[in-house]
């Protein structure tokens, strides 16, 4: 069985700089081994700058932790492309990996080695060997990729490549040219006055008859539930998965990676108390298990 590493996925959320600067000032005293940094979400949002970002890498890499740049998933400007293109050149020169989350990210590493971020949607093995071809060492499967799926890639994965699942937190289910939060505030996008940062969390959407539905990011949707896959530790191990992947909420983070930094270590169950969800979230695992993504199903 592999060593499993565990990651902080990139901030997905609005949070202020000095919320931001906080959480990443805690990640350095806990047991994680990766942290992803950048916006990966929304282009607008400015409030950590460039060289913010670059600094506390450099934080965190003092700090022992394993850094990624993470691109920007949806790319709609050419302000967007040269920005980019700055990520990526900058990364190099400081020796980071870059996440690449839209295929313009990877071409314009142009055979260098970067991580396949979830959205570049790796379904099966050919797609792997491919993106390791272009230059890929780690790859993150899509969301709804369930396990049966998975140990079929893995079976087949190129050699060198790891494998990165996303085991908490919300799931990013689609992203628009659209901003939802701003046209829920009777808002255009591009006066949309930062809504998002309002919601450190996502805005709830609720249906007709007040059932949790989904959660409204900016231009991204994601789901109103909270992926738990703690009970699948002992199963990703035995697949040969790397690195657990964990989605940043506003409180209850420090927990939510001792949880599973204990089941690592145990290759057990990772416990996670229900005071730790996100807000109005319910557990779910339906999508591991080839079922609707919204279901929790109890493993036996």
């Known amino acids: 069985m592999t060593a499993l590493k565990i990651s902080l996925a990139p901030l ?24 992803y940094l950048g916006e990966v979400t929304c282009s607008r949002r400015h409030l950590m700058k460039f ?44 020796g980071l990996l ?12 142009q055979g260098r ?27 993150t499967p899509p969301i709804e990729l369930g396990h049966e799926d998975l140990a079929a890639i893995q079976a087949q994965r190129p050699v060198g490549m790891e ?47 007040g059932k949790d539905f989904l959660t409204i990011n900016g231009i991204q949707t994601q789901s109103s539930t909270c992926l738990d896959l703690g009970a699948q530790v002992p199963e990703l191990a035995s697949m040969q998965v790397d690195i657990l992947r964990l989605q940043p909420q506003s409180q209850g983070m420090a927990e939510v990676v001792a949880a599973f930094d204990r089941a690592r270590q ?4 990772a416990q996670v108390g229900s005071q730790y969800l996100p807000p109005h979230a319910q557990r779910s695992n339906g999508y591991w298990q080839a079922k609707p ?8």
């Open 12 to 35: 997905a959320y609005y949070w202020s700089k000095e919320e931001t600067l906080r959480f990443y000032v805690d990640a350095m005293q806990w047991p994680v081994d990766i942290v």
């Open 51 to 94: 060289d913010d970002w670059l600094a506390v890498a450099t934080e965190l890499r003092n700090a022992g932790k394993e850094v990624v740049l993470s691109s920007l998933t949806l790319i709609d400007s050419e302000a967007d492309r040269r920005n980019m293109h700055r990520l990526v050149d900058k990364a190099s020169e400081q």
């Open 98 to 109: 870059i996440e690449a989350n839209d295929f313009s990210a990877v071409r314009a590493m």
């Open 113 to 139: 080695p970067f991580v396949a971020g979830p959205h570049l949607n790796v379904y099966h093995a050919d797609t792997l060997r491919w993106l390791a071809g272009l230059g890929a060492r780690r790859f």
């Open 163 to 209: 494998t990165e699942v996303q085991v908490w937190g919300r799931l990013a289910l689609a992203f628009s040219s659209r901003c939802f939060t701003a046209r829920h505030h009777r808002l255009r996008k591009d006066s949309c006055e930062f809504r998002c940062e309002q919601y450190p969390d996502g805005l709830p959407l609720a249906t007709r008859d």
């Open 266 to 269: 145990s290759l057990s169950a």
């Open 293 to 300: 993504g919204m279901q929790w199903l109890t493993v036996e």
